[in-house]
C-alpha cells in the first residue's frame, strides 16, 4: 500500500502509533547534535536542520528547507534502545536465582535510516529482544561519510520496515510518499489522512533514491572483505593505523551493531545481588583479560580486532557482515580514521 | 643379548648417519645394564664416556644446601646423558643416578673424538647430532623458566 | 540453553587436591540440567562474588557435576573455599567435546590445571591410552591417588622443577612426549594446558608423524556469558564458548601462532 503523506499525516502517523500504546522515538534536535529521543509530536522532529560531517567532525547546520529527515550519522543509533547501555539480568538472595523482568516498552522506531534499519536486524540476530515497529526514513541525501551502498545497505530501504517514508520538498509542498512494508504498518497507515499516492509521486521517490545511490562520498573496495580481512592478520599496516587510534572506542558506542557487553556484579547491604551487563568495547584494556593480563595490549592488536570483527569475522560468526555503511565511526572518531580507507590500505590500493 | 649395533640402528638419534658411521659408533661402544639407586657419575669427576639411553631413566642431580640433592633433568630412552666429556676440564658438572633398570650404549667418548679427527664426515654428523640435542635440551628448560603453570594471582 | 539465569546446584563434596586447587561435587538443589559431556564446561557462579567458566572433570552418570576449581582470581577463590551445602548458581552445558568417535591409541597431554578437563577422558575405552602430564611442581599434580591406581592408563608424570622428595621426571613436558612409543596413525591427541605448551607439545607430536588432523587442543579465552552474547571470547573467527573450546589443531594452530589474537 502507498499514499502520500503531509506534516499533517506525519503526525498522526506519529500519533497513532502513541495511540496504540507504543514509545515513538525518533531524531530530535538536542545538546548541536541530532539525537534520538521520545516523539509526542511532528513537532520535536529537527525540522530544517541537517548535518556537515566528515572523518573525526560533526556539526549541525541550519538547512534552507525544512526537511526533518534531511540529516545522518548522528552520535546515537537505535542499539540504544534495543540493546541498552546497562541492563539488569538477574537477581540472587537467599530464595535462589530470579531472571530480571524486561520493562522496555513497545517502541515505535520513526526516521530510521536504511543503513540503521539493517543494523536493527543485524543486531536484533544477536541480541533478541521485542521487535520494534519501524518506520523507515528513506535516503535522498546521502552525508558525507555515508557508504551504505557499497555495503549493500541503502540508500533504499531493505526488508525489516513496516511503513517506509521518502521526503520531498519541491514547488508541490512538502510530503512523504508512504509505503507499508508489512500488514501491520499497512492497518497503521489506513489509520492516517493521506492522499493516494501517484504513479508520479512513485517516479520521484525512486529517483530521488536512486540519484542517492550515485552520490555517495565514500565506498568500501570491491572485493570480498571477509577474505581481505582472514589474509591481512599480519599486516603492516595495524601498525600504521595505531599511531594514530587513541583506542578511545567511540566507534564501537556509535556503531549501531557492536553489541558486546561485559557483566557487572553488585550487592546490596542486605546481601543480596544483582548481575548486569553494560556496554563494552573491545578497545578497553581488560576485554581480552585472561590469567593475569589481557590477551590484546597493543592498539595494533585492539583495532585489528575491532575492524576484522565488523568487516571479516562477524560473517563467521553470524552469517553476515557487521557494517551497514552508516559512517558513524568516521565521524566520531577523533583521530578521524576512515575504515573505508583503511580496508583501501590493506587492498593496497588507493581509496576511488 | 643386544649389541652395540643392534641396539643403536633402531635410535631416531643416530637415524641421520650412513650404516657404515652407525656401526663405527657401535665399535667404540658397549651395552650396559645398571640397577635402581646405581650413581653413573659424581660431580667433579672424569667425563670421559658418555651413554645413549636404550630403557630405563636416568636423572641428572645436584646439591643445593639445605635442600639436599636435587633432581634437575630426567632422561629418557633415545637421550644421551652426558655433556662435559666434550670441553674442557672434561669434569662431570652434574651428578646421574639410575632410578628404574636401565639398559644404555656406553660411549668411549676418547675413542669417538678420534674417529671424529680421522673422519671428518663422521664428525660434522655427529656434532650435529649433538647439537640437535642441546637444541632440544635447551628449549624445553626454557618452557620450564617460563613457568607456565604458575597461579597468576 | 541461552539463558542468564542460573540452575541452583549445592557444593556435596570439596576434594583438596593441591595448595591452591579444589574438586568440587555438585547436586542440583532442584531442577537439574542436560548432561555434561568432557570437554563442556559450565558457567559457575558464586553469590555476588560473579560467574567464570570451569569445565567438567569428571562426568558420573548421576548427573552430579564435578569441577575442579583453582584459585586465581576473586570468583574461583570464592568457588575455591565454597564448603559442603553452598549453593552455586550453574548455566551450561557449554562448549564442543573432546572427539573420541573411533579412537585407538588415546594420547593425552596434560600441563598443570589442564588435567582437569582432561581427566573424563582417561576411562574412555580404547587400545591404548597413555597420559603425560606437567606440573610445576610434585605439589601441584593433581589427582595423584588416583592416577596412581589407574590400570589401564600409562602414565608418565613430569615436574617442572623437583625436590627433595621427588623421585620421578623432572623436565618439560615435551621431553617424555619425544620419546613414548607411538603410532602416529592411530594416536589421537588431546593437549590441554597454557597455550605455550599447547603449542611446543603439538609441534613436537607433528614432528613424530601425528597428523595435525588427529591433535585437539582446548582453547581459553575470556568469557563473560558462555553464550555468544558478549564478545569477550572471540578468537579471530571462533567464539570459543560456542565453537570451542575443544579445536581441532588444523583450526587452533594459525590462531595460536598469531600475535595477540
Known amino acids: 500500500m502507498d499514499v502520500v503523506l503531509d506534516l499533517g499525516g506525519l503526525d498522526a502517523l506519529i500519533r497513532v502509533l502513541r495511540d496504540d500504546g507504543r514509545v515513538v522515538v525518533g531524531p530530535v534536535l538536542r545538546d548541536a547534535a541530532i539525537t534520538l529521543a521520545e516523539l509526542g509530536s511532528a513537532a520535536d522532529l529537527p525540522s530544517g536542520w541537517g548535518v556537515e560531517t566528515g572523518p573525526g567532525h560533526y556539526r549541525v547546520r541550519e538547512r534552507e528547507d525544512a526537511a526533518v529527515f534531511g540529516h545522518s550519522a548522528g552520535p546515537q543509533s537505535w542499539k540504544r534502545f534495543l540493546h541498552p547501555p546497562r541492563k539488569a539480568l538477574i537477581s540472587s538472595d537467599s530464595t535462589g536465582f530470579h531472571p530480571v523482568e524486561d520493562t522496555a516498552p513497545d517502541y515505535a522506531f520513526l526516521g530510521v535510516r536504511p543503513c540503521d534499519l539493517a543494523a536493527i536486524a543485524k543486531l536484533r540476530q544477536i541480541v533478541g529482544g521485542k521487535a520494534p515497529f519501524v518506520v523507515a526514513a528513506q535516503c535522498t541525501e546521502p552525508g558525507e561519510v555515508c557508504f551504505c551502498a557499497s555495503m549493500g545497505c541503502g540508500p533504499a530501504a531493505g526488508p525489516g520496515h513496516d511503513i517506509a517514508l521518502t521526503e520531498r520538498i519541491d514547488a508541490d509542498g512538502h510530503r512523504f510518499l508512504a509505503t507499508s512494508g508489512t500488514e501491520e504498518g499497512a492497518a497503521v497507515l489506513a489509520r492516517v489522512p493521506a492522499r493516494a499516492a501517484s504513479p508520479d509521486d512513485r517516479a520521484l521517490a525512486a529517483g530521488d533514491v536512486e540519484a542517492a545511490t550515485r552520490r555517495m562520498g565514500r565506498a568500501m573496495p570491491e572485493l570480498d572483505l571477509r577474505d581481505l580481512l582472514a589474509a591481512n592478520r599480519d599486516s603492516a599496516h595495524w601498525e600504521a593505523v595505531a599511531e594514530r587510534c587513541l583506542t578511545c572506542g567511540n566507534c564501537t558506542m556509535v556503531c549501531p551493531t557492536c553489541f558486546c557487553v561485559s557483566v557487572e556484579d553488585t550487592t546490596d547491604l542486605d546481601g543480596n545481588a544483582e548481575r548486569a551487563q553494560r556496554w563494552a568495547s573491545c578497545f578497553e584494556i581488560d576485554f581480552s583479560y585472561l590469567h593475569g593480563g589481557a590477551v590484546r595490549t597493543s592498539g595494533a592488536a585492539r583495532y585489528r580486532q575491532w575492524m576484522t570483527h565488523k568487516l571479516g569475522t562477524w560473517h563467521d560468526q553470524f552469517g553476515t557482515s557487521g557494517c551497514v555503511g552508516c559512517g558513524r565511526c568516521i565521524a566520531w572518531c577523533p583521530a578521524g580514521i576512515d575504515i573505508t580507507e583503511e580496508a583501501a590500505a590493506l587492498a593496497g590500493g588507493e581509496q576511488p | 643379548m643386544t649389541t652395540p649395533m643392534t641396539g643403536l640402528d633402531a635410535l631416531p638419534l643416530l637415524m641421520n648417519l650412513s650404516h657404515t658411521q652407525r656401526a663405527a659408533v657401535a665399535g667404540v661402544s658397549r651395552i650396559e645394564t645398571y640397577e635402581p639407586g646405581t650413581r653413573l657419575f659424581e660431580e667433579g669427576g672424569l667425563a670421559d664416556q658418555c651413554w645413549v639411553v636404550l630403557s630405563g631413566c636416568v636423572m641428572i642431580d645436584t646439591v643445593v644446601p639445605p635442600r639436599g640433592r636435587i633432581v634437575v633433568q630426567s632422561i629418557g630412552p633415545g637421550e644421551l646423558v652426558g655433556w662435559s666429556w666434550l670441553v674442557p676440564p672434561y669434569r662431570w658438572h652434574f651428578g646421574a643416578t639410575i632410578v628404574s633398570p636401565t639398559r644404555a650404549a656406553v660411549v668411549d667418548t676418547g675413542a669417538l673424538r678420534a674417529l671424529a679427527d680421522e673422519d671428518p664426515a663422521l664428525g660434522y654428523q655427529l656434532s650435529l647430532i649433538l647439537i640437535n640435542a642441546l637444541l632440544n635440551r635447551l628449549q624445553a628448560t626454557r618452557m620450564r623458566l617460563l613457568d607456565l603453570y604458575r597461579n597468576p594471582s | ?261
Open chain 3, 1 to 261: 540453553m541461552t539463558t542468564w539465569v542460573p540452575t541452583p546446584y549445592q557444593v556435596v563434596t570439596r576434594t583438596v587436591e593441591t595448595h591452591d586447587s579444589v574438586t568440587l561435587a555438585l547436586r542440583p538443589v532442584a531442577e537439574s540440567l542436560p548432561r555434561f559431556l568432557p570437554g563442556q564446561f559450565a558457567m559457575l557462579y558464586a553469590h555476588g562474588v560473579g560467574e567464570v567458566p570451569i569445565s567438567v572433570s569428571g562426568v558420573p552418570d548421576d548427573g552430579t557435576l564435578v569441577h575442579t576449581v583453582r584459585a586465581v582470581g576473586a570468583v574461583s577463590r570464592a568457588l575455591h573455599d565454597a564448603l559442603p551445602g553452598t549453593v552455586i548458581g550453574v548455566r551450561g552445558p557449554f562448549g564442543t567435546t573432546w572427539r573420541l568417535d573411533g579412537v585407538e591409541d588415546l594420547l593425552v597431554v596434560a600441563g598443570g590445571i589442564g588435567l582437569a578437563p582432561l581427566r573424563p577422558v582417561l576411562d574412555h575405552p580404547s587400545r591404548r591410552t597413555v597420559l603425560v602430564a606437567g606440573a610445576r611442581t610434585p605439589q601441584d599434580l593433581l589427582y595423584a591417588d588416583e592416577l596412581a591406581k589407574l590400570s589401564d592408563v600409562d602414565v608418565v608424570l613430569t615436574v617442572d622443577r623437583g625436590d627433595h622428595d621427588w623421585h620421578g621426571r623432572v623436565g618439560f613436558v615435551t621431553e617424555p612426549l619425544a620419546s613414548i612409543p607411538l603410532d602416529p596413525d592411530r594416536t589421537t591427541a588431546l593437549l590441554c594446558g597454557p597455550e605455550p605448551m599447547m603449542r611446543f607439545c603439538a609441534r613436537t607430536l607433528l614432528g613424530r608423524g601425528v597428523p595435525a588432523e588427529r591433535i585437539q587442543v582446548s582453547l581459553e579465552r575470556n568469557m563473560q556469558c558462555g553464550i555468544g552474547l558478549c564478545g569477550h571470547c572471540q578468537l579471530g573467527p571462533l567464539l570459543v564458548c560456542r565453537d570451542g573450546a575443544v579445536t581441532g589443531y588444523p583450526t587452533a594452530e594459525p590462531l595460536l601462532l598469531a600475535k595477540e589474537l
